[in-house]
């Protein structure tokens, strides 16, 4: 191991990740129809497994380009954004 003095500031900063908690399940599995894991608790039953950090999409056009200050300006281009909220 380095020496502290030899070693990368970085590596300075590091300490002991805290122990986990331990699985509120035994085993999960991949449904094949719906393609979703499907918890399995210690009763051997499918639990629900909580909310995740799904996005709600939202999509909007927008308008760029000339806004008519000129003579025969051309039509302004229909952009669709997209922007994504969380749960």
């Known amino acids: 191991m380095l020496e502290d003095r030899n070693r990368p500031w970085g590596l300075t900063r590091l300490s002991p990740l805290p122990a986990a908690s331990p699985a509120f399940y035994e085993s999960v599995h991949l449904d094949p129809r719906s393609q979703r894991a499907v918890y399995v608790g210690p009763g051997g039953q499918p639990i629900e497994a909580g909310k995740h950090g ?31 909220d969380n749960d």
């Open 54 to 84: 799904t996005n709600k999409e939202t999509k909007k056009k927008e308008k760029t380009g000339s806004r008519g200050d000129g003579k025969d300006p051309a039509p302004p281009d229909e952009v669709e954004v997209t922007d994504y």
